[in-house]
T-cell receptor, first 114, second 114 residues
Framework: DAGITQSPRYKITETGRQVTLMCHQTWSHSYMFWYRQDLGHGLRLIYYSAAADITDKGEVPDGYVVSRSKTENFPLTLESATRSQTSVYFC?????????????FGQGTRLTVV | DQQVKQNSPSLSVQEGRISILNCDYTNSMFDYFLWYKKYPAEGPTFLIS?????DKNEDGRFTVFLNKSAKHLSLHIVPSQPGDSAVYFC?????????????FGRGTQLTVWP
């Protein structure tokens, strides 16, 4: 099916563990993004990528690592999970965030760090 | 520091009336603005956008107004319907250091009651 999918939808992990959230899009969009949504903060940009092998930090990148070896995949890794990283994570993709082309979001991954 | 601000966390409107959601921004590099709608347990979905070369964009019941001198935009929904009840996020992108990034506000919860 065409679209953008995130996996897993729900994840519980322990403090200090490494965890990877997956994101896959079928449109071959150039841009991909990772956001976290927290009460009182809205959506905050963690990392984004303008193309394969090109990534850059967003507003809250500390504690996260991304890679983009293929255009369609943009995994987000928490190297050593902390309780403050408990959040809902959204991946998005866009051909361009300008010129009237909006970003499409996945359904989110709810991550709980215990 | 939040570069896109939605200062009203919630708005309650009667069905059939106008809903006005407000958004302010601080970064002069922003020149493209978007509104997203989000239902619980779903990813945000694109609603409407506006370029800084315009001061108004209309799509059905939704109109976005941009006041560049005040760094302010607003989303008008007329008439409001119960199905419009959702969280609305304002987002912005632009030139320079903001190029390729999509910044979001904290969101406004709109409730439309019968």
């Amino acid at each position: 099916d065409a679209g953008i999918t995130q996996s897993p939808r729900y994840k519980i992990t322990e403090t200090g563990r490494q965890v990877t959230l997956m994101c896959h899009q079928t449109w071959s969009h150039s841009y991909m993004f990772w956001y976290r949504q927290d009460l009182g903060h809205g959506l905050r940009l963690i990392y984004y990528s303008a193309a394969a092998d090109i990534t850059d930090k967003g507003e809250v990148p500390d504690g996260y690592v991304v890679s983009r070896s293929k255009t369609e995949n943009f995994p987000l890794t928490l190297e050593s999970a902390t309780r403050s990283q408990t959040s809902v994570y959204f991946c998005a993709s866009s051909e361009s965030v300008r010129t009237g082309t909006e970003a499409f979001f996945g359904q989110g991954t709810r991550l709980t760090v215990v | 520091d939040q570069q896109v601000k939605q200062n009203s966390p919630s708005l309650s409107v009667q069905e059939g009336r106008i809903s006005i959601l407000n958004c302010d921004y601080t970064n002069s590099m922003f020149d493209y603005f978007l509104w997203y709608k989000k239902y619980p347990a779903e990813g945000p979905t694109f609603l409407i956008s506006i370029s800084s070369i315009k001061d108004k964009n209309e799509d059905g019941r939704f109109t976005v107004f941009l006041n560049k001198s005040a760094k302010h935009l607003s989303l008008h929904i007329v008439p409001s319907q119960p199905g419009d009840s959702a969280v609305y996020f304002c987002a912005a992108t632009g030139r320079g250091s903001t190029l390729g990034r999509l910044y979001f506000g904290r969101g406004t919860q709109l409730t439309v009651w019968p």
